[in-house]
C-alpha cells in the first residue's frame, strides 16, 4: 500500500518540477549596473565604430557628486539606481557643447544578445533631453535606420538625437529606439515655476514587451546602442541600470578579430588592439587569442591566424611586400615621433613608425614571400640587409 500511494506523488512532483524548470529556462533577465566602476563588455565607440577623439566629451562610470554652482542650488547629477556608479559625460564642465567645445556623436555598444519575450527592456536616463522635439516627448521624427546616419560632428543645431536603440546586428540597422520624455538634470527648487517635480529623478526609458514581441525567440544577434549627439545647451544624457529580457550570445557572436564591432576586420582594429596593450587595457574584447589576457600575444594572433598574414603587411591584402613599404613611407611619419596606426607602420604596437617596426616587420619572414598560405622559405639575410641599406639611403636623400 505504501508503495503504490508514493509512486503517483513522485510522478506528481516530477511534472511539477518539469513545468517549472521548463518555465524557468525559457526566461532570463540581463541586467547592467556598472557597479564595479567599468564599461566591462560595452563598447564605447564613434559613429564611424572608431575610437573618439581625445579632445571629444564622451563617457566614464562615477560615483562623483557634482554640486550645481552659485546662483544655483541642489546637485544636478543624480545618484546612481544600482550601487554606487552610473555613466556620465566627461569633462563634466563641458557636457553641454557650447563655446567653442569639441564633441562628436558617440555610442555605448552593448555585448550581444538574444532577445526573450518575459518583460519590458529598459535603461534608466537622466539629463537634458536635446532638441529631438520641441515638446522633448518619446517618439521622434525619422529616428535613425542605422548608426551609419547618426551625425558624426556639426554646429549647435534643432536635430539632437540622444537616446537608444535595439540594434540587429546580421543587418547592422536599427529596429526599435526609445528616448527620453523629460528633462532631468538634477535641479528641483520647490516655488520655481521652471523646475519640474520630476527633474530630479531618473526616467526609465522602455521598450515594451509588446514592442520586443516580433524580435524575440528568433536565434537572432542583438545589440543595444546608447547614443548622445551633444547639440545645444542642457543637451547632455547619463544613465545607469541597463535591464534586457534576454541571455548572452555564447561566444560573443562577433566576427573574430572585429575589435570595435563594426562588421569589418581592418587596420583600426588592430590600432585599438596596440592602444588597449599600450595601456593595459584588459577589456575581454581586446583578448583575441581568448587565453585570459590582453598583451603582444593577441597582436600576433591577430594578424598571423585571424588575417593569415604577416607584419609589415601594412594594407592586410594578406602578402608583405615593396607596396606595403612604399605606404607606409609615404604617409611620413617614419622615426618623426608622430603617432602612427598599422596602416602607416606601426607594427611593434608602440603607436610609431621607427626601426623597430622594420625589424619585427622583416623578421616575421614574409617579406616577398607570397600569402601566408604558400610555402615559402625565410629570405636570405643577406637580402633583408640589402633592402634595409636602401631604405637608409633613401630617407637621408629625403
Known amino acids: 500500500m505504501i508503495g503504490n500511494s508514493v509512486k503517483p506523488s513522485l510522478w506528481i512532483a516530477a511534472i511539477c ?18 557597479d564595479d566602476g567599468t564599461l566591462g563588455d560595452w563598447q564605447l565607440i564613434g559613429v564611424d565604430g572608431e575610437a573618439l577623439p581625445q579632445e ?27 550601487a554606487d556608479y552610473r555613466i556620465i559625460p566627461t569633462p563634466w564642465e563641458k557636457r553641454e557643447c557650447l563655446m567653442g567645445v569639441v564633441c562628436h556623436t558617440h555610442i555605448l555598444r552593448s555585448p550581444e544578445f538574444l532577445l526573450d ?19 522633448c516627448v518619446f517618439d521622434v521624427d525619422d529616428p535613425p535606420g542605422s548608426p551609419d546616419e547618426l551625425p558624426i560632428l556639426q554646429t549647435y543645431s534643432n536635430t539632437d538625437l540622444q537616446g537608444y536603440a535595439l540594434l540587429d546586428v546580421e543587418t547592422n540597422q536599427y529596429v526599435l529606439h526609445a528616448f527620453p520624455s523629460f528633462y532631468n538634470d538634477g535641479i528641483h527648487r520647490p516655488g520655481n515655476p521652471f ?27 542583438y545589440r543595444i546602442d546608447i547614443y548622445d549627439s551633444y547639440r545645444g ?12 529580457p534576454g541571455h548572452p550570445v555564447e561566444g560573443g557572436g562577433s566576427i573574430p578579430g572585429d575589435v570595435n564591432s563594426d562588421g569589418a576586420v581592418n587596420d ?19 583578448d583575441v587569442n ?19 598574414s604577416y607584419f609589415g603587411d601594412a594594407n592586410l591584402d594578406g602578402e608583405f611586400n615593396s607596396s606595403d613599404l612604399v605606404t607606409v613611407f609615404s604617409a611620413g611619419k617614419y622615426e618623426s615621433g608622430e603617432m602612427a596606426g598599422w596602416a602607416e607602420g606601426d607594427w611593434d604596437g608602440d603607436m610609431t613608425f621607427g626601426s623597430g617596426d622594420l625589424v619585427i616587420a622583416f623578421r616575421s619572414g614574409g617579406y616577398e ?30
Open 17 to 34: 518540477v518539469y513545468f517549472l524548470l521548463n518555465q524557468v529556462s525559457h526566461a532570463d533577465t540581463l541586467v547592467y549596473g556598472f
Open 290 to 308: 581568448n587565453d585570459g589576457a590582453v598583451n603582444s600575444n593577441d597582436r600576433v594572433f591577430w594578424i598571423e591566424s585571424i588575417n593569415n
Open 117 to 135: 519575450s518575459s518583460g519590458d527592456l529598459s535603461i534608466d536616463m537622466m539629463g537634458g533631453c536635446g532638441n529631438s522635439k520641441d515638446s
Open 233 to 244: 545647451p542642457n543637451s547632455w544624457i547619463g544613465f545607469d541600470t541597463v535591464t534586457i
Open 195 to 221: 523646475d519640474a517635480e520630476t527633474r530630479d529623478e531618473w526616467e526609465t526609458v522602455s521598450i515594451s514587451q509588446a514592442d520586443l514581441a516580433s524580435y524575440a525567440n528568433n536565434d537572432k544577434a
Open 369 to 398: 614571400q607570397g600569402p601566408r598560405a604558400a610555402v615559402a622559405a625565410v629570405p636570405e639575410p643577406s637580402s633583408v640587409v640589402l633592402l634595409l641599406i636602401g631604405l637608409v639611403a633613401l630617407l637621408r636623400r629625403r
Open 56 to 82: 571629444s566629451v564622451t563617457w566614464i562610470p562615477s560615483n562623483e557628486t557634482i554640486e550645481f554652482k552659485f546662483p544655483f542650488n541642489g546637485f544636478n547629477l543624480l545618484p546612481a539606481t544600482s
Open 268 to 286: 583600426v582594429d588592430m590600432d585599438e588592439l596596440s592602444a588597449a596593450f599600450k595601456a593595459g587595457d584588459s577589456e575581454t574584447r581586446f
